[in-house]
């Protein structure tokens, strides 16, 4: 399944995808939370009657609809680094033997086809194509053998990043959080629809060129790795996101480094789940 939060005249509400149109889960569904954390926390209660709602004509054509993020605000964003051979050659690093964490803050969230800030106060901005992963359940040290078993759903994301901010300091956190940069989407595919997720083509555009080109499985640390590490740590909650990483051809690794400029328009896609599409403005 393919699960929106979308908005229109009437507000923004939850959705769920079929061909080229969008049924209205708050129409189909009496008692349905009305915030995606809501419907993820309450999974094992909504699902069939979410699964049952897929054979209902479309409500919505996809184009009558803005699409939004589909978790508005995330309690955690982790992401990791240095998580594909190629990217951690170009970077000019050793391959970790420990995963390397970060957080992106929750305010930096944005819609997958909204425009993304070059901020004033940096034009280094740069892109990293994704696989985002959505967390389902309240968990603690999990097993790698049972990683699979949180998981909510899949994602694109573009692990937007202002390098100078990033790299002055060993903490990333604020070249990595800056507002607009964590556009994710477009909609959840579920877990169940994605037999495998180590299998995924994923690329990055700029302008229609291609930047980035690789494979999930190519991921150093794949996503059950991560999760195990993770929940040793943390506590994951239901719509919490993993970033689990970027291939080789950020802009900042080129000679000369090319980074988005205002106009640029920056594309993701994953193979099974969509694209994500940004043009990139000044911030007021």
């Known amino acids: 399944m393919r699960l929106v939060t979308f908005s229109d005249s009437g507000g923004a509400r939850l959705g769920l995808v079929r061909d ?10 009496p008692g349905l939370p009305s915030d995606m954390i809501g419907l993820i926390s309450g999974w094992a209660r909504f699902a069939d009657a979410v699964e049952g709602a897929s054979g209902r004509p479309a409500d919505l054509a996809l184009e009558q609809v803005k699409l939004e993020a589909p978790i508005a605000r995330p309690g ?7 998580n594909y051979a190629d990217h951690v050659i170009e970077s000019g690093a050793e391959t970790p033997k420990q995963q390397v964490w970060f957080n992106k803050l929750p305010t930096a969230v944005n819609a997958p086809f909204d425009p993304v800030q070059l901020p004033r106060a940096s034009t280094r901005l740069d892109y990293e194509a994704e696989l985002v992963v959505v967390i389902g359940q309240r968990c603690k040290h999990v097993p790698v053998e049972k990683a699979h078993e949180v998981v909510f759903g899949y994602c694109v994301g573009n692990d937007v990043s202002v ?3 990033q790299m002055r300091t060993s903490q990333w956190l604020l070249g990595k959080s800056f507002d607009t940069h964590a556009p994710f989407g477009p909609w959840i595919v579920t877990a169940d629809a994605i037999p495998n997720p180590h299998a995924l083509g994923i690329r990055a555009f700029v302008n229609g060129e291609t930047r980035q080109e690789s494979n999930t499985a190519n991921l150093i640390f794949n996503i059950y790795d991560q999760i195990a590490c993770l929940s040793q740590a943390v506590t994951l909650e239901p719509g919490d996101l993993i970033f689990t990483g970027t291939p080789g051809g950020i802009g900042a690794a080129m000679k000369p480094p090319r980074f988005l400029k205002a106009g640029d328009v920056s594309r993701i896609e994953i193979d099974e789940i969509g694209a994500i599409e940004a043009r990139i403005i000044p911030e007021d």
């Open 20 to 29: 080229d149109g969008v049924v209205d889960l708050k129409k189909a569904v």
């Open 76 to 82: 955690k964003i982790l992401a990791i680094g240095l």
């Open 163 to 165: 390098r100078d901010w």
